[in-house]
């Protein structure tokens, strides 16, 4: 069965740093999404990607946030610098249509 | 703006019993609903949706949940509990109208059950 995947599974990072977290979504699913999950929080919504472009963001994605697809199976989240506030869980997940399928989670620690 | 709240972030049952796990919504438009379950160091998982058809609806593991608009609730049942149900569970909804652009998710503060032998 299809499955997304992300790597890495768990990064560890300065404080002002830049990171990367790449996601493979389910090849032919059309829309694309970051979430996080800070420890003991609900998880929330980043973003999200369609047709090549970003088609809504939350408050949290700030300047610090992009979001690419680079070819035709990646889908990556950059953080410019990151903040101790950035850690956190950070699931993709991505949707044929309506229902969302999730990736295991990167897990972000900011030192 | 959509919500949702779960009641209880922490649920304890016997093998064997029921699982009740519950969940209201609030959402100025017909809502999409989505149970979410996520074992330990593992990603979200969809257990079952509700996207306007039946208002009962069944989904893997014997779960099924019941939508009803009047009590704006979608509430998670399993007859009978199974250790492998040891997880936490998170509602969700999201926005019923087309976007061309797809429709995020809102989620609930999630619960964590606890099977007992």
């Known amino acids: 069965e299809p499955e997304v995947t992300q790597t890495p599974s768990h990064q560890v990072t300065q404080m002002g740093q830049e990171v990367i977290l790449r996601c493979v979504p389910i090849?032919?699913?059309?829309?694309f999404y970051w979430y996080r999950q800070i420890l003991g929080q609900k998880v929330e919504f980043l973003v999200s990607f369609y047709n090549n472009e970003i088609s809504e963001k939350s408050e949290i994605f700030d300047d610090q946030f992009s979001v690419e697809r680079p070819d035709g199976s990646n889908f990556t989240l950059k953080i410019r610098s990151t903040k101790l506030e950035d850690s956190a869980m950070y699931f993709c997940?991505?949707?044929?249509?309506?229902?969302?399928?999730f990736g295991p989670g990167t897990r972000l620690t900011v030192t | 703006a959509q919500s949702v709240t779960q009641l209880g972030s922490h649920v304890s049952v016997s093998e064997g019993a029921l699982v009740l796990l519950r969940c209201n919504y609030s959402s100025s438009v017909p809502p999409y609903l989505f149970w979410y379950v996520q074992y330990p160091n593992q990603g979200l998982q969809l257990l079952l949706k509700y996207t306007s058809a039946a208002t009962l609806v069944k989904g893997i593991n014997g779960f099924e949940a019941e939508f009803k608009k009047s009590e704006t609730s979608f509430h998670l049942t399993k007859p009978s509990a199974h250790m492998s149900d040891a997880a936490e569970y998170f509602c969700?909804?999201?926005?019923?109208?087309?976007?061309?652009?797809?429709?995020?998710?809102?989620f609930g503060g999630g619960t964590r059950v606890l099977v007992k032998p």
């Open positions: 090849s032919n699913h059309l829309y």
């Open positions: 969700a909804v999201s926005d019923t109208r087309i976007k061309a652009a797809g429709n995020k998710l809102t």
């Open positions: 997940a991505s949707s044929p249509n309506r229902e969302q399928y």
